[in-house]
């Protein structure tokens, strides 16, 4: 389904929390460019998939295979080194630290103060709001900004691949919009976007492709555009 | 009028060494969240290199306390790796025990070593009187008051404004999102705890070259210690430094009115009074931290 070698590629992963298994057995891929949803109900595995792929937790058995490289169960900082970068589900800001501090810590592997001073810079075109509160608490911001905030964060890092969890929990329907085209514009400049999205007609607005993820297997696979014509088939997923 | 002078200045004096020592207390608890019970022993330590390298092996002081410092971060450094790192993450009370047997191990190796007698320093500057008014002091504590200063400014300039320092309040704000970034949390952990080494140490070193070093002394900075950080706010940085300039004050005022020899009960009185007026302390964690 989509190009010959994709950039990501999952292939049987089996991860467990202590002795309870949460995957079992999860196959996906993401080709360079792509936009792809990863969909299903709470509990089904979703955060879980992400968080393995970006270093968080360790597979108990199969391969997450990046750019042709095995990096399943590598360190989350080496992950992010190779240019995968995690919006974790709830943000995860620092709330105790400036917007400003919250960016430079984006940038941490940054070779120089000068690339992340430039990144940053770019990071305040995309978000004037973010300028505006650069010295403010990120605490302080709202929900919509503190969302803005953790996307400019994660791009910090120049990353090849931006995993996104859950990116209008808890906003306005005005304000998820607003996040929604945030991505689309990064996507179109050549970031591959991996999504979780409870809101399934925004995910598969945006994404080309979409997995359902169903206790901890992939139970479907398809077109966002199938998908979005068989209201029936996806409520029978989703529950 | 100048009995109080005299009196106040003193306090500010010792109040600057338990604001340094306190500091390092109130870092790896605000930072790390473990309750380091070895943090007198390795003030103590600091002292006995101190007296090592300086009256043993004859160095100059300030050569010996970098010695010192060097010495004393990868001691802290290696304790966190092979020891704290073992019970990170599994709550306050495995940390209490693991450091409350470090502390004993530490003093009776020490006291092996180096035996009971008091060690003493070769200071840095003369030991002569400095008149300021009605006022008499030391060079010696001048200088030792200006060091404490000095570490105090650096130990807050690392943490605000430094790489490293965003990395340290980022682990402890958000471990997870700090790996996200790209952090190396175990190593920030253990700079962290190597930073609060080095300023229990330096601060035993300075004060040990007024005083002297006592091996066994341990246990009492490390309640002092205490007694600045519940006063300050558990991981406070403004609160260690006021809670022990506050310590040193009213010891030394009621050492001078009411009673010498009776001194160290003022600590329990000021944390009693701080546990029932103001449980978080003077500057409470819950705003700021570290
Ligand atoms: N930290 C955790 N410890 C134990 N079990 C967890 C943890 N996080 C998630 N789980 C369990 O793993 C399964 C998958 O959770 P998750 O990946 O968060 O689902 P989703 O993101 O699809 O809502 C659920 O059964 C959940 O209860
Ligand atoms: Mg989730």
């Known amino acids: 389904m989509s190009a010959s070698t994709p950039l990501l590629q999952v292939s049987g992963l089996h991860v467990a929390y202590g002795k309870i298994a949460a995957l079992h057995g999860i196959d996906m891929e993401v080709a360079a460019g792509e936009i792809v949803a990863l969909i299903g109900a709470n509990g089904a595995g979703k955060s879980t998939t992400l968080r393995t792929i970006s270093g968080l937790l360790k597979p108990s058995r199969g391969s997450i295979t990046w750019d042709g490289r095995e990096i399943a169960g590598m360190d989350a900082e080496r992950i992010v080194a190779a240019g995968i970068a995690h919006c974790p589900e709830e943000r995860h800001i620092w709330p105790a630290m400036t917007v400003r501090e919250n960016l430079m810590l984006g940038g941490y592997l940054c070779t120089s103060r000068a690339q992340v001073e430039q990144r940053m810079e770019q990071a305040f075109q995309r978000f004037p709001r973010l300028r505006e509160r650069d010295r403010q608490m990120a605490g302080t911001l709202s929900g919509g900004e503190q969302q803005m905030l953790a996307i400019a964060r994660a791009l910090m890092s120049e990353p090849r691949l931006l995993i996104l969890d859950e990116p209008s929990l808890g906003l306005s329907p005005k304000m998820a919009d607003e996040v929604f085209d945030v991505v689309r514009e990064i996507n179109a400049r050549g970031v591959t976007v991996l999504v979780v999205e409870q809101n399934v007609h925004n995910a598969l607005d945006i994404a080309s492709r979409a997995y359902v993820v169903e206790t901890g297997v992939i139970s479907t696979h398809a077109d966002a555009a199938s998908l979005l014509e068989n209201p029936e088939v996806l409520s029978a997923y989703l529950g | 009028m ?32 473990v309750v380091n019970f070895a943090h007198g022993e390795f003030y103590m330590l600091g002292g006995v290199l101190g007296w090592f390298v300086t009256t043993y092996l004859g160095l100059n002081f300030f050569v010996g306390l970098v010695v010192v410092v060097v010495a004393m971060a990868a001691f802290g450094w290696l304790v966190d790796r092979f020891l704290i790192e073992r019970v990170r993450d599994q709550g306050e009370e495995p940390s209490i025990l693991l450091t409350i047997g470090l502390s004993i191990f530490l003093t009776n190796s020490a006291l092996l070593v180096v035996g009971t007698a008091p060690l003493n320093i070769a200071g840095a500057v003369p030991n002569a009187p400095v008149f300021l008014g ?47 970034a790209g952090i ?21 070193m300075l004060l040990g ?4 070093v006592q091996v066994s002394g341990g246990g009492l900075i490390s309640l002092k210690a205490f007694v600045v950080v519940i006063l300050g706010g558990m991981g406070s940085f403004a609160g260690a430094i006021v809670g022990g300039l506050i310590l040193g004050l009213a010891e030394a005022l009621w050492g001078g009115y009411v009673s010498s020899g009776t001194v160290d009960v003022i600590g329990f009185l000021i944390v009693i009074l701080t546990l029932i007026f103001k449980p978080y302390g003077l500057f409470s964690t819950q705003v700021e931290r570290a």
């Open chain 2, 2 to 33: 100048d009995m109080l002078l005299q009196f106040v200045a003193n306090g500010l004096v010792s109040g600057s060494f338990y604001a340094l020592s306190a500091l390092g207390l109130t870092l790896i608890f605000g930072l790390m969240r």
């Open chain 2, 134 to 180: 009605p006022v008499v002091l030391t060079q010696m504590r001048l200088f030792a008051v200006a060091a404490c200063a000095v570490l105090i400014l650096a130990a807050y300039l690392l943490i605000r404004h430094t790489r490293l320092g965003r990395a340290m309040r980022a682990t402890f704000q958000d471990p997870m999102a700090a790996r996200l």
């Open chain 2, 184 to 204: 190396k949390t175990a190593y920030v952990y253990a700079s962290t705890f190597a930073l609060g080494t080095v300023l229990a140490a330096s601060s035993g």
């Open chain 2, 209 to 212: 070259s007024i005083y002297s």
